[in-house]
C-alpha cells in the first residue's frame, strides 16, 4: 500500500471515531483572547500560496528540522500554514512571530474568518520574556511557532474525559495538516510538546482551561547552505 493511500486510510479512521461521539465538540472562540486590555493592530495576510510539492513527495521526504534560513517567512505562506491548522473548528491558532514579512514580532491571533492576525502582545525579537514561551531555545529562535490552541474547558463540559481525548486529537491532527502545508511549500518544521503555559498565560491571558496550547509547531525556510570555495 502506498504512502498516500495509508495516509488517507489514517485520516479516515480519524474521522469515523470522531463521527462515533455524537455531537460536534464547541467551536474555538477568538474572542476570548480579545479582551480590552490586548493590542487590536490587525494584519491582513497575503492570500495563500499554492503547493509547489505534491503530498506524495512531501510523505516521502518530510523529516522534523529545527534550525532555519534568515529569510523572512512570506505572509502568504504563512497564512495557508494557519488556514489548515483552523480547518478544525474546535482549534485556535496562535502565532508566535519572530521574522514574518511586515508583521511585529510577538504574539498573534489568527482571525481565519478575516485572513489576518491580530497582535494581542508586541514582544521584541531578542528579549527574556520570549525565552520564557517554549523548553527549547531552539523554538524561540525559529521565525515562527503556530501554537495549535483548544479549550480544554469547553470540550470537556460537552463530552467529558471522551471530550478533552478529542479534543487533543484534534490538535495533534492540526499540528500535522500546519506540517504537511508547509512542507508542500518549501519551508520545514517540527511540532514540539514543549510549551510553558504559565509564562503564555502571563503574556496573553492563555490560562490553560479556557483557552489552553496544545501543541506547537515551529517552521521557516530550509537553513541557508555555507558557500563552497
Ligand atoms: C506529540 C509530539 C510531541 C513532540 N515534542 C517534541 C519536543 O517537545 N521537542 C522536540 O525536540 N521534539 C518533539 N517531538 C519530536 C519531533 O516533532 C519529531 O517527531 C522527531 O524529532 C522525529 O523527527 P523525524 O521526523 O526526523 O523522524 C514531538 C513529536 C510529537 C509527535
Request: proline letters at 6%; aromatic letters at 6%.
Amino acid at each position: 500500500m502506498n504512502l498516500v493511500m495509508r495516509h488517507l486510510i489514517a485520516s479516515r479512521l480519524i474521522t469515523d471515531l470522531d463521527g462515533r461521539s455524537g455531537r460536534p465538540l464547541p467551536e474555538w472562540d477568538d474572542e476570548l483572547l480579545l479582551g480590552a486590555d490586548t493590542g487590536t493592530a490587525t494584519v491582513a495576510l497575503s492570500d495563500p500560496t499554492p503547493p509547489v510539492h505534491s503530498l506524495a513527495d512531501v510523505l516521502r521526504q518530510r523529516r522534523a528540522q529545527r534550525f532555519y534560513s534568515s529569510t523572512p517567512i512570506q505572509t502568504g505562506d504563512l497564512h495557508a500554514v494557519c488556514a489548515a491548522a483552523a480547518k478544525d473548528r474546535s482549534i485556535g491558532v496562535l502565532v508566535a512571530v519572530r521574522n514574518v514579512e511586515g508583521v511585529t514580532p510577538g504574539l498573534h491571533l489568527y482571525r481565519d474568518d478575516t485572513g489576518s492576525l491580530t497582535c494581542l502582545k508586541e514582544v521584541p525579537v531578542d528579549s527574556r520574556e520570549r525565552e520564557g514561551w517554549f523548553l527549547q531555545l531552539e523554538f524561540t529562535a525559529s521565525p515562527a511557532v503556530i501554537v495549535i490552541s483548544g479549550s480544554i474547558g469547553a470540550a470537556s463540559l460537552s463530552g467529558g474525559s471522551h471530550g478533552y481525548r478529542r479534543l487533543l486529537v484534534n490538535g495533534g491532527a492540526a499540528a500535522y495538516r500546519s506540517w504537511l502545508t508547509a512542507c508542500r511549500r518549501g519551508l520545514v518544521g517540527s511540532m514540539f510538546a514543549g510549551l510553558l503555559q504559565p509564562a503564555l498565560r502571563e503574556a496573553i491571558g492563555v490560562d490553560g482551561w479556557d483557552t489552553a496550547g496544545l501543541i506547537g509547531f515551529s517552521l521557516g525556510y530550509p537553513p541557508d547552505l555555507p558557500e563552497s570555495d
